[in-house]
């Protein structure tokens, strides 16, 4: 290998080693990491399995909020939602059927929710406005009809 | 030295005997395939960008995911697919001096399974029995002949990928002590990394089957869609291996210099073989089920990828740069004004390793944890694959074909052929700009990919993405101009241009070129690191996806 070479693959690998060092630090040190919740429920059983069997928005204190969400071709459970502005809220989901994904533009939540699995997802609302909730994995031909919205005043 | 003198002699050997006449009847079977589909294919995707951006609407009883089926599966998998076949055994028989008459029929039966398999999985798509996606994730269930065609297509490949493993096997023994050529060693890399790649879809494919069958009643969601990926993301870097394989030894013969160091090739090659398939995982980033230390692990694990990439990049500028010189390219940029910008077995190729930056850098962004979930399934990752596979691979087999179908069908490339190739290149390459663009813009403010209708009742943050949309429409245009046009170019080659010679452009190594080191030959071993990457990936997760599995899920078909 000629030096110039050296040097190339130096800087490459180097590139590498600080991009791993800056996502590492975001997602330990940060707590920035992507929505990996681990919790199993029977993809069978959603409507008689807690928190599931009542899904809703539960007011936690502090402008904090738990959103228990049930996902199914087609639609949100529950819909039309809405939080004061400064809102945290977390998402708690699962499907009842296929898989689907959960998408706010404008915002960093995007989240795959797969039958048999919690997924949980959490955002701070600090702008007011109607933020669109829509699907983002196929679920079949209703799939461009599945979304509602959040809205935040 | 003594290396280049062999492959002098050898290459008066095959210009002896030229074109391996039962050879180019597979080759130019496969891409009479390939092109086929491509027209079929890429007349779905126009349908699609018409629909989306609302300028058209499909006839009763069709719907726009069944056209989705079709588009990804014919594009991403058949096309590609028999192109790389027909181009690799072009490789291998111009390399071996002609395949060995066995191989050729197990050639044969592979064309015959996958031909069938594809008539049978399309067949169900069009019936509306399948429109499931390239992903086809359970718990969507498609019909149950819709499996049994992938495994026909699957089982097509493996009896190719065995013939070239017997191929190179005999060439070997036949030349003890001679490293293979390099074509040939290619050929090696795509089909090893091919077959280890179909293994996790063909197991994932053979859950599937018991369970729409009502065999099984359930299925595990999980580990069905990571050994999706294991294939899925693994097969767009083969299409990337087999582009490599023109950059690196057929380009820099068209442009008059001699190919890089061929000890650093193969090791670029094993690389790539080696360290891809846990690639796939980035698809997974933002599932639930598989733990933050874990995710971050494959994020390292799909960078690596960008190790070989970057050795590709400096060789290619390199040996570009030194043909450039030699023609009487001065200053800093002289040499790049002269290399043969107005011949099409260049110009494609050249455009398509320039499409590798950009579509790199977003893959970077694809991979890693935090941006990955600002772009998950939007239209940005649209606009990335359309760049890397549309243009980084699409165009290096454009290119390809205007030497290649000549040189098989003992035709010429007139200098109008050459001009009609300049002319769709650019239009492939406009047309791509546009739409791919727009692709990644949109997803940047989070259109969603693989949706019918994106309005969404009017809402305004929907409505900001239809002018996004329109530009798709544009872009999806030129494109199929361009198709037709590539099309007509690969029949007339094929079939009525002037008859003649065309040369099989196999570059030489530099003359002071060290021998070419036999370890890497040594295929069985890095069938086994590519295990062991392999086990290191998947072993973990995929023990935690079973052993801490939910009640599965039984099939629904939601279309
Ligand atoms: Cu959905």
Same mark, same amino acid.
Request: aromatic share 12%; net charge neutral; glycine share 8%.
């Given at each position: ?91 708690? *989901? ?51 009809? *599945? ?7 | ?39 079929? !294919? ?13 300028? #058209? ?29 027909? #181009? ?37 798509? %069009? ?58 060693? &290619?050929?090696? !890399? ?140 001065? !200053? ?12 099409? =077995? &260049? ?12 579509? !790199? ?20 990752? %649209? ?66 990919? =693989? ?39 690969? &029949? ?29 030959? =040594? ?37």
């Amino acid at each position: 290998m000629s030096k110039l070479e050296e040097i190339w693959m130096t800087v490459s690998v180097g590139v590498l080693v600080i991009f791993m060092v800056i996502v590492g630090y975001q997602t330990y040190a940060l707590g920035m990491g992507p929505p990996s919740h681990k919790e199993t429920i029977d993809p069978q059983k959603v409507e008689q399995t807690a928190p599931f069997d009542n899904p809703g928005l539960i007011d936690l204190g502090d402008n904090k909020y738990e959103l228990v969400m049930t996902l199914e071709a087609f639609a949100f459970n529950p819909g039309n939602v809405e939080v004061p502005v400064g809102a945290e809220v977390e998402f708690t *989901m699962t499907s009842k059927d296929v898989s689907h994904g959960v998408q706010i533009p404008g915002t960093n939540v995007n989240a795959m929710v797969l039958p048999g699995h919690i997924q949980k997802i959490t955002h701070t609302f600090d702008e007011p406005g109607e933020y669109l909730i829509l699907c983002n994995e196929y679920c079949g031909t209703g799939h461009q009809a *599945m979304f509602t919205t959040i809205t935040v005043k | 030295m003594e290396q280049a003198k062999n492959i002098g002699i050898r290459e008066n050997v095959i210009s002896n005997l030229g074109v391996n006449p039962q050879d180019a009847k597979i080759s130019l079977t496969y891409f009479t395939i390939s092109f086929a589909t491509l027209l079929i !294919g890429g007349l779905l995707g126009l349908i699609q960008g018409l629909e989306r951006a609302g300028l #058209y609407s499909l006839p009763a009883g069709f719907n726009y995911y069944q056209v989705l089926s079709a588009h990804g599966l014919l594009l991403l998998v058949v096309f590609t697919a028999t192109f790389t076949i027909g #181009y690799q055994l072009a490789n291998l028989s111009h390399s071996f001096n002609g395949l060995l008459p066995k191989v050729r029929k197990m050639i044969w039966i592979g064309i015959v399974l996958k031909v069938i398999g594809v008539v049978l999985a399309v067949t169900m798509i %069009v019936l509306g029995e399948a429109s499931v996606l390239y992903t086809f994730y359970p718990p969507l269930a498609a019909h149950p002949i819709f499996y049994i065609g992938l495994v026909l297509l699957v089982l097509g490949i493996w009896s190719v990928a065995f013939g070239v493993f017997i191929n190179y096997r005999h060439w070997r023994k036949e030349n003890p002590g001679k490293p293979t050529p390099i074509l040939a060693f &290619f050929a090696m !890399g795509v089909f090893v990394l091919w077959f280890f790649a179909s293994l996790g879809v063909t197991i994932e494919v053979f859950m599937i089957i018991p369970w729409v069958l009502g065999w099984v009643e359930t299925i595990n969601v999980m580990v069905t869609r990571t050994l999706f990926w294991w294939f899925g993301h693994t097969l767009v870097n083969i299409w990337y291996l087999v582009a490599t394989s023109a950059w690196y030894i057929i380009v820099p013969k068209i442009v008059g210099g001699k190919h890089f160091n061929e000890k650093l090739i193969r090791l670029v090659v094993i690389l790539l073989v080696v360290l891809n398939i846990p690639g796939g995982f980035h698809h997974q980033i933002i599932d639930p089920a598989i733990s933050i230390s874990i995710k971050f692990l494959h994020v390292f694990m799909s960078l690596s990828i960008a190790v070989p990439s970057l050795m590709t990049a400096f060789a290619m500028f390199y040996v570009l740069e030194k043909a450039g010189r030699k023609k009487g390219g001065k !200053g800093l940029f002289g040499w790049f004004k002269k290399l043969p910008w107005g011949d099409v =077995r &260049f110009l494609a190729p050249m455009i398509a390793m320039i499409a590798f930056i950009p579509g !790199g850098a977003g893959g970077i962004v694809n991979t890693s944890n935090q941006m990955n979930q600002v772009i998950h399934n939007t239209m940005w990752v %649209v606009g990335h694959f359309h760049v890397t596979v549309g243009v980084s691979v699409v165009l290096t087999f454009f290119g390809i074909c205007y030497w290649l179908i000549p040189h098989l069908s003992k035709r010429q490339l007139t200098p109008k052929m050459n001009k009609i190739g300049v002319i769709q290149t650019w239009i492939w390459t406009i047309g791509m700009t546009i739409m791919a663009g727009s692709m990644h813009l949109a997803g940047l403010v989070g259109d969603p990919r =693989r949706t019918s209708d994106t309005t969404y009742a009017g809402h305004e943050t929907a409505l900001s993405w239809l002018p996004y949309e329109y530009v798709f429409a544009t872009g999806a245009t030129l494109l199929l101009i361009g198709v037709i046009i590539q099309v007509y170019a690969v &029949f007339n080659m094929m079939f009525f241009a002037p008859k003649g010679k065309t040369e099989y452009p196999v570059s030489e190594p530099e003359d002071d070129q060290p021998k070419v080191p036999m370890w890497t030959e =040594r295929w069985g071993l890095w069938a086994i690191v590519l295990l062991a990457v392999v086990a290191m990936a998947y072993v973990i997760p995929i023990v935690d996806m079973i052993v801490n599995a939910p009640p599965g899920s039984p099939p629904i078909k939601t279309w």
